[in-house]
């Protein structure tokens, strides 16, 4: 099974531009990646779905504003221009052999 | 447009039982797998298991096995979770439906506190 490797936290200044790392366990490092935005308070809102060539494809209302990308194992979200809005934690999901995984998130402050 | 509603926040004691409900609406309900997911407090989400509409099989979790039933009624589009209680359950339960492979759409959450 999967193991995804977040950084617990994270912070960019507001305007500037993030890029967050979830990190496939060795043998996964072809799996599609899902991420998602918890704001405080909030349910998840999903992001996008990447693969594993860097192809993305994101939910109904995201901002242009929000990318992704790939390299090997890993599978990075990419936040420009960044708004108070964006102040979130921030999760990637995978799914194999039955079974949903989540990486353990990502704190991201907007200074 | 695809909709998860869940029911609302609980208060039980260690030892009872809890049945969420997620009620769905905007797409084929047997269409595509329902999994439930939780977030205790402070904590990142932990998936808990799936119901597959069409046919009623589950897959569970091993944490949770022996502990959770998944069930539907495809009459209502409604998924249920229910989950017998232990002082460490207080947490955020969430229903989400997956595009082709990942999650896609989530229900608001349902609130489960368990305390004497």
């Known amino acids: 099974q999967p193991v995804l490797t977040q950084s617990s936290s994270a912070s960019a200044s507001l305007g500037s531009s993030v890029k967050l790392t979830c990190t496939l366990s060795?043998?996964?490092?072809?799996?599609?990646v899902a991420w998602h935005q918890q704001q405080p308070g909030r349910a998840p809102r999903y992001l996008m779905k990447?693969?594993?060539?860097?192809?993305?494809n994101k939910g109904s209302g995201v901002p242009d504003r929000f990318s992704g990308s790939s390299s090997g194992a890993d599978r990075y979200l990419t936040i420009s221009n960044l708004q108070s809005e964006d102040e979130a934690d921030y999760y990637c999901?995978?799914?194999?052999?039955?079974?949903?995984?989540f990486g353990g998130g990502t704190k991201l402050t907007v200074l | 447009q695809v909709q998860l509603v869940q029911s609302g926040a609980e208060v039980k004691k260690p030892g009872a039982s809890v049945k969420v409900s997620c009620k769905t609406s905007?797409?084929?309900?047997?269409?595509?797998?329902l999994h439930w997911v939780r977030q205790a407090p402070g904590q990142g989400l932990e998936w808990m298991g799936w119901?597959?509409?069409?046919?009623?099989?589950t897959n569970y979790a091993q944490k949770f096995q022996g502990r959770v039933t998944m069930t539907r009624d495809t009459s209502m589009s409604t998924a249920y979770m229910e989950l017998s209680l232990r002082s460490d359950d207080t947490a955020i339960y969430y229903c989400?439906?997956?595009?082709?492979?990942?999650?896609?759409?989530w229900g608001q959450g349902t609130l489960v506190t368990v305390s004497s």
């Open positions: 989400a439906r997956p595009g082709t492979v990942t999650t896609e759409y």
């Open positions: 905007g797409y084929n309900f047997t269409g595509y797998y």
């Open positions: 119901i597959n509409p069409n046919s009623g099989a």
């Open positions: 060795s043998g996964h490092s072809s799996y599609i």
């Open positions: 990447l693969e594993g060539s860097g192809s993305y």
């Open positions: 999901e995978t799914w194999d052999n039955n079974t949903q995984v």
